[in-house]
């Protein structure tokens, strides 16, 4: 990634048979191939406190401002109340408005080429009592999360896909009560990656934080970290590569480290770490293109400049580049173009070409604007906007999916 100015050194200094080859199919697409760029960066994994303001490239007032060049190569409009979640391939997941008044929602699919939505769960496992939480979609796994709203009971599901469709029982991988958050999860390849973290008011909250991985052809399950606080951010799988924010130094303070993964080896070998100031705590946070991209939503007192509200794009020892808007969801991208979604619109920064334009959103959509379902590494940025009508009603949503 480049981080110098456009004019050269700014003044900030820079900136059986069958089932053997599917089983071996899907086992591949756990394991994936190893990222070249996934060698170990050699962190010293010290709190990055930065009160020099030539490590900090802010975008917005560096970078030249352009017309997007992005235009959407698929728009669909999808019925109020689908929320989509971009996750792999050319499917994404999505939760659906009800079908029926028996059931407040239900989960699927739908295909990004051709904008057909597919349902593939009408109602819960657990039946009566139960709502879909989440959801997410691989290239070979439909995952999801059931919850008893009274009881706040949860399930996380797992089931065969492919092609747009499911196969084979659902399997439950994991659950919990009360004292139990709701887990964060993403699909990779065929495998489930979640975090198990304790209620900060029940009576586990002393426990400590896991991150697992299930692999669906054989039902292992494995514990890839162990936090000893409960994790900061969703965990993204970008490539082969997955980011988790644990907290460390437990003994010193409440720090949280984003620490990147290589799922490609065997046992899991961490790539690379940058730990935040104390107390400063991450919205969001993904490792691409060999930097982590991360974003904070409120402003800390006395933490240097990654103590401030914003998007940072970098890793330890800087320098990062900066753009100081209100995040509102986590970083995508591809190569040196990232997409960030700040209060109203879609920020596009190139750190290459050092410019940023803005992704102009869908006529009479809500104040919020576009929302982006993509995450992490990604061919595509996928957004979605409910639109309203002449009155102001909502009767909609656009989906649109721009190659990046």
Not at 9 to 25: D, E, H, K, P
Not at 170 to 178: L, S, V
Not at 337 to 355: G, P
Request: hydrophobic share 35%.
């Amino acid at each position: 990634m480049s981080l110098i100015s456009k004019s050269g050194i700014s003044r900030r200094g820079f900136l059986g048979g069958g089932m053997a080859a599917a089983a071996a199919t899907l086992l591949s697409a756990c394991s994936g191939k190893k990222d070249k760029g996934a060698e170990s960066k050699g962190t010293t994994g010290e709190p990055q406190v930065l009160t020099d303001d030539s490590k900090i490239i802010d975008a917005l007032d560096e970078y030249e401002s352009v017309d997007t060049t992005l235009t959407a190569a698929y728009t669909w409009n999808l019925p109020v109340g689908t929320v989509p979640f971009y996750s792999q391939g050319s499917w994404s997941a999505a939760m659906f408005a009800p079908e029926s008044a028996a059931t407040p929602n239900s989960i699927g699919v739908f295909s990004l080429s051709s904008g057909s939505p597919v349902t593939l769960r009408s109602k819960p496992v657990l039946g009566a009592g139960y709502e879909f939480y989440d959801v997410r979609v691989g290239t070979g796994v439909f995952c999801w999360v059931e919850l008893n709203y009274s009881s706040f009971a949860w399930s996380l599901y797992a089931q065969a896909f492919a092609d747009g469709q499911v196969s084979g029982d659902p399997q439950k991988i994991d659950h919990g009560n009360g004292d139990w958050e709701p887990p964060m999860f993403s699909p990779y390849g065929a495998c489930v990656i979640w975090q198990k973290m304790p209620n900060s008011s029940g009576s586990k909250s002393a426990s400590s934080s896991k991150c697992y991985q299930w692999n669906l052809i054989d039902g292992s399950k494995t514990t890839l970290y162990t936090s000893p606080g409960r994790f900061a951010t969703h965990p993204r799988v970008s490539n082969d590569i997955l980011t988790i924010s644990p907290r460390v130094h437990e003994d010193e303070g409440t720090y949280y480290g984003m620490t990147a993964l290589n799922l490609a080896d065997s046992p899991h070998g961490q790539i690379d770490q940058l730990v935040l100031p104390a107390g400063v705590r991450p919205f969001e946070a993904a490792y691409l293109n060999d930097v982590f991209a991360f974003a904070i939503e409120a402003s800390y007192d006395g933490a240097g400049r990654l103590g401030n509200m914003g998007t940072f794009i970098g890793r330890e020892g800087g320098p990062f580049v900066y753009i100081s808007r209100e995040p509102a969801a986590g970083v995508c991208g591809k190569g040196t173009r990232f997409c960030l979604k700040t209060r109203s619109s879609t920020c596009v920064v190139d750190t290459d070409a050092q410019k940023y334009s803005v992704v102009a959103c869908p006529d009479r959509s809500l104040d919020y604007g576009d929302y982006p379902a993509s995450e992490g590494a990604t061919d595509n940025l996928v957004t979605f906007a409910t639109i309203k009508d002449a009155q102001g009603i909502p009767e909609s949503v656009c989906v649109r999916v721009f190659s990046l």
